[in-house]
Structures are given as C-alpha cells and as structure tokens.
C-alpha cells in the first residue's frame, strides 16, 4: 500500500471512530446520548489505536500533520514526502467526517441544536479565549509528540511515525491527553482531525446547521503545527 493510501485511510479510519463517538453521545435519540467526556475521550483514543495499527507497516502511521511537520523538521522526511503525507490526511478527514454524517444522517435531522452538530466535525472552545486557546492546542500537541519521540528513541536516533511505538501506546498516550488537557478546547492536536472534518461540515447538506466557525478554524491548525515543532526542538536539544 501507497503511503499516500496509508494516510488517508488511517486518518478517515480516525476520523470516523472519533467523530462517529462524538455524534453518537451529543445527537438526539442515538445509543449513547448523553454519554459524556469519558466516553469521547475513550472513543477517540480507540479510533487512534485502530488507525495506527492498520496503517503502521505502510507509512508509520502519522496520520497528523503536526506529526508530519516535526518529523520534517527533524530531518526524518523529505519535503516532498511530507506534503504527500498532509495532503492525503486532509483527504482523509474530509472523507471521514463525511462518513459520519450519511451514518448518523437521521439524528443530525433529528437534533435541534446547531453547535452540537459543528461539535460532531470539529473542536470548540469551553471558554472562547483566543490566546489561552492557542496555548492549549500548542501544550496538548506538544504533550503528544514529545513523548512520540521519547518513546520512540532507540540509542540517539528518534524512530520515525508512529508505528514502531506500537499501536496501543499512542492510543492510551492521547487518552491522557483528553483526560487531562482536552476539557478547555477538545484537543484537536491534529490540524486534518479538526480542519478536514470542518470543510465536511461546511460542503455538506446538514439540516439546521450553522457557520463552520472559521474565526476559530486556524486555532486548532496552527496552535499544534507549533507545537509538535516545539517537541521537535525540545527532543534535539535534550538528544533524545
């Protein structure tokens, strides 16, 4: 399988199990309404392992660019390569968070709050404090990838993607993540989980929705490109 493939179909396959969560808690007459942040936060995590162990063997499984954007700064990549890798986990989300719509279809209709619908496709703040919210897509990221790369050293040389860790680490490594960090902007740490999904939202025919938010769509892009840099340049410093 094509790296290209790889992504994109890791990051739909992420995209579904963590929007399809969403939906399925905060939608009208759905199993799982009212389910709660603990249910999210294990959703997302799950969708995270599954994704990373189906592709792992294909493409290292970044299946986020700011994973992708650290591991070229790092000088694991080349350019090339890493475009190859964001364009497609964009492709991905887009595809996912469609997906999820056409599977939740009746209960989007069924619902009468628009937020909560925007909330299924991409992140929002608890607290709408512009800077505090860029600070926390910057820490969260940075708590995901500076331990990627902790984890993944062997000797001095940082081990490029996610595979290698294994699947079931990076899972449980983004399910402290919403534990601890995800309750003031849902913790998008990853710019084709939240943009792509929201473009979905935007093209999509969804009954009573409302603006896809973009005022605050560059938050959760470029708040975690810097901080999976910041990790970047942590780990070389530290030689790890």
């Not at 402290?176 to 902007?185: E, N």
């Not at 849902?186 to 969804?206: Q, T, V």
């Amino acid at each position: 399988m094509h790296y290209f493939l790889a992504e994109l179909i890791g990051t739909a396959i992420l995209v579904i199990f963590g929007d399809g969560v969403v939906a399925n808690v905060v939608l009208n007459k759905t199993k799982g309404q009212g389910g709660g942040w603990i249910v999210i936060t294990f959703g997302w995590a799950m969708g995270v392992f599954v994704a990373v162990f189906c592709v792992a063997a294909y493409s290292g499984a970044h299946i986020n660019p700011a994973v992708t954007v650290a591991m070229l700064a790092a000088g694991k990549i080349s350019v090339a390569t890493a475009g190859g890798y964001i364009a497609a986990q964009m492709l991905g989300g887009i595809l996912g968070g469609m997906l999820v719509f056409f599977h939740y279809r009746d209960h989007f209709a069924a619902s009468d709050n628009a937020d909560l619908k925007l909330a299924v496709f991409c992140t929002g703040p608890a607290i709408r404090n512009i800077p505090n919210n860029f600070f926390c897509e910057v820490l969260g990221t940075f708590m995901l990838v500076f331990p990627i790369f902790c984890m993944g050293t062997t000797g001095n040389t940082p081990t490029v993607g996610l595979g290698s860790l294994g699947a079931l680490p990076v899972g449980l490594l983004v399910l402290a993540i919403g534990l601890s960090l995800g309750g003031t902007t849902g913790y998008a740490i990853n710019p084709a989980r939240d943009l792509g999904p929201r473009i979905a939202h935007a093209i999509l025919p969804i009954p009573g929705k409302r603006d896809s938010d973009w005022g605050y769509a560059w938050v959760p892009v470029i708040g975690p490109l810097l901080g999976g840099l910041a990790a970047t340049a942590a780990a070389v410093a530290l030689h790890i």
